[in-house]
């Protein structure tokens, strides 16, 4: 089951990568898979996958099949892995997770995006969005940041229980 506050916050991821149908997405650190399964679902987003943990890569494989996702190709690799020059450039890249060594390597992503291409970053971390930042800034690169905090309110008190916040990096190319 779904909490509303995940759909509202990758709601907030999606529109930031500001889709259009047909296009090709890096999903890195793809976790359950969901930023590219609503990608397709929405815009007909053809999804390359990155996901390290095994565990994911199964529980991706599932929900692919589960949504009729077509499109879709996931690479059970480390994140690092999409560094490498065997992929095509995308239009659009989402990081999700991968850590700190994905963290120091945006600028090399950002190279990587086709011209007028997106990529978007998401941390919870205040390590990992410091070192996000340090390596776009070392690079010139130039990038949007929002902080993104979310609460939920119970029955039967309504009292508000806040969420991590999620930091949300966007850079245009």
């Not at 898979?33 to 397709?40: E, L």
């Not at 892995?81 to 995308?90: H, I, K, T």
Request: hydrophobic share 40%; aromatic share 6%.
């Amino acid at each position: 089951d779904v909490c509303s506050s995940d759909l509202d916050k990758r709601a907030v991821i999606l529109r930031a990568l500001e889709l259009k149908a047909g296009m090709t997405l890096w999903d890195i650190g793809a976790g359950s898979g969901s930023v590219s399964i609503d990608a397709f679902k929405g815009w007909r987003v053809k999804s390359f996958m990155f996901e390290k943990n095994q565990t994911r890569c199964e529980i991706i494989e599932r929900n692919l099949t589960t949504h009729n996702v077509m499109f879709a190709k996931l690479y059970p690799y480390d994140g690092a892995s999409v560094l490498d020059d065997e992929y095509q450039s995308p239009d659009r890249i989402f990081v999700g997770g991968g850590g700190v060594e994905i963290a120091k390597n945006l600028p090399t992503l950002v190279q990587k995006l086709k011209e007028d291409g997106i990529l978007v970053a998401v941390y919870v971390s205040l390590e990992h969005l410091g070192v996000a930042l340090a390596s776009l800034g070392g690079a010139g690169i130039c990038c949007e940041v929002k902080s993104i905090s979310m609460s939920a309110h119970k029955e039967p008190l309504k009292i508000g229980e806040p969420e991590r916040t999620m930091y949300l990096i966007k850079v245009k190319k």
